[in-house]
């Protein structure tokens, strides 16, 4: 069955530091998400992605987060200055578009600790 | 803006025992439903999904969910729960292309 991944499992970085994690979506789903979920707390959306631009992004996908999709088969976030609240578990999901509902399929997670 | 609020942040039961677990939405318009799971150590994996039609729906491992339209409600259910159905259980719901999930529910399974 086809999966999402994604690379590292777990990412850690200094504060100040910039991050990209790394997905790699089902070969056939043209929709790509972020999400993350800091321990404890809820799984929250960052960001969907669709025909090589943002579709949707909720407050926390502020300036310090891009999307990027550089090739084929890559989906990456990028965060270009780590702040210690970003440390979360973040989750890339990807979905095709069937009867005009999304169905996503989630990645395993990168752990991302910022010290 | 939607949300998804779950009732109960841990249950612990028995193998067995019937398990039901609360989830409610507030949004005003059409919504798909979702529930997902995560065992431990692993990603978030579909259990189930309500998009139209028969509001009782059946998913993977014997759970099934109803969707109660008056009340905001897609509660989770299953008869008889193992010990393989320890994990934490996530709500979602789908308006547009975003999901919004609750605060997750853990499931203990003793045997």
């Known amino acids: 069955e086809p999966e999402v991944t994604q690379t590292p499992s777990h990412q850690v970085t200094q504060m100040g530091q910039e991050v990209i994690l790394r997905c790699v979506p089902i070969?056939?789903?043209?929709?790509f998400y972020w999400y993350r979920q800091i321990l404890g707390q809820k799984v929250e959306f960052l960001v969907s992605?669709?025909?090589?631009?943002?579709?949707?992004k909720s407050e926390i996908f502020d300036d310090q987060f891009s999307v990027e999709r550089p090739d084929g088969s890559n989906f990456t976030l990028k965060i270009r200055s780590t702040k210690l609240e970003d440390s979360a578990m973040y989750f890339c999901?990807?979905?095709?578009?069937?009867?005009?509902?999304?169905?996503?399929?989630f990645g395993p997670g990168t752990r991302l600790t910022v010290t | 803006a939607q949300s998804v609020s779950q009732h109960n942040h841990h249950v612990i039961l028995s193998e067995a025992a019937s398990l039901e677990l609360g989830c409610n939405y507030s949004?005003?318009?059409?919504?798909?439903l979702f529930w997902y799971v995560q065992y431990p150590g692993q990603h978030l994996q579909l259990l189930l999904k309500?998009?139209?039609?028969?509001?009782l729906v059946k998913g993977i491992k014997g759970f099934e969910a109803e969707f109660i339209k008056s009340k905001f409600s897609f509660n989770l259910r299953k008869p008889s729960v193992q010990w393989s159905d320890t994990a934490e259980y996530f709500c979602?719901?789908?308006?547009?292309?975003?999901?919004?999930f609750g605060g997750g529910t853990r499931l203990m399974v003793k045997p």
């Open positions: 992605f669709y025909n090589n631009e943002i579709s949707e």
């Open positions: 999901a990807s979905s095709a578009l069937l009867a005009g509902v999304h169905e996503q399929y």
């Open positions: 309500y998009f139209s039609g028969d509001p």
């Open positions: 979602a719901v789908n308006a547009g292309n975003m999901l919004t």
């Open positions: 070969s056939n789903h043209l929709y």
């Open positions: 949004y005003g318009g059409t919504v798909n």
